[in-house]
């Protein structure tokens, strides 16, 4: 399986592969991939689309100690860099595995300490139907309304809810 940074490797975590779209398969966020045997790894793993391969979570990153494996946490976690008006803001994307795991401690404890190291964060919630439900968090008066709106143009975001303070 991949490996990180860290010299961590996937395992049996196969969390991306439900919570990531795949363009080449037309695979939607949120649910499986057809490749993948859930808890094993990937099916066709040396001939996967260049976008699963060159994939790391934060937590294969080594950003999160080992009880944070998207597996365990059921949460998969990546950055994405946005140019703002000459800007560049970090924005940690929280991908939920399963429904409610954003609501857990340790997830909640997640977008504090991001929100509190100036990190704008995304929470990508499931929900029953497919796909996702997005709330928008950013720290308190990090960026402008115009930056704001900006930014959730540029993520193509479909956020239901902006909080601009931290939860």
């Not at 949120?30 to 790894?41: F, N």
């Not at 099916?43 to 996967?48: K, N, Q, T, V």
């Given at each position: 399986m991949?490996?990180?940074?860290?010299?961590?490797?996937?395992?049996g975590?196969?969390?991306?592969c439900?919570?990531?779209?795949?363009?080449?398969?037309?695979?939607?966020a949120?649910?499986?991939?057809?490749?993948?045997?859930?808890?094993?790894?990937c099916?066709?793993?040396?001939?996967?689309p260049?976008?699963?391969?060159?994939?790391?979570?934060?937590?294969?990153?080594?950003?999160?100690?080992?009880?944070?494996?998207?597996?365990?946490?059921?949460?998969?976690?990546d950055?994405?860099?946005e140019?703002?008006?000459?800007?560049?803001?970090?924005?940690?994307r929280?991908?939920?595995?399963?429904e409610?795991?954003?609501?857990?401690?340790?997830?909640?404890?997640l977008?504090?300490?991001?929100?509190?190291?100036?990190?704008?964060?995304?929470?990508?919630r499931?929900?029953?139907?497919g796909?996702?439900s997005?709330q928008?968090?950013?720290?308190?008066?990090?960026?402008?309304?115009?930056?704001?709106?900006?930014?959730?143009r540029?993520?193509?975001?479909?956020?239901?809810?902006?909080v601009?303070?931290p939860?």
């Open positions: 991949t490996n990180g940074i860290s010299g961590r490797t996937c395992g975590c196969t969390a991306c439900k919570t990531h779209y795949i363009e080449k398969f037309d695979k939607p949120g649910v499986w991939c057809s490749s993948c045997a859930i808890g094993v790894g099916r066709i793993y040396g001939a996967h260049d976008e699963c391969a060159s994939f790391k979570c934060l937590w294969l990153l080594g950003e999160f100690p080992e009880s944070h494996r998207p597996d365990k946490l059921k949460i998969v976690a950055f994405q860099h140019k703002v008006y000459g800007r560049v803001i970090t924005v940690v929280l991908w939920e595995a399963s409610g795991a954003l609501d857990k401690s340790e997830s909640l404890k977008v504090k300490a991001s929100l509190e190291s100036k990190y704008v964060v995304l929470q990508r499931l929900v029953p139907s796909g996702y997005d928008l968090n950013a720290p308190a008066n990090f960026m402008s309304a115009q930056e704001l709106a900006e930014l959730i540029l993520l193509g975001s479909d956020e239901d809810e902006v601009t303070e939860p």
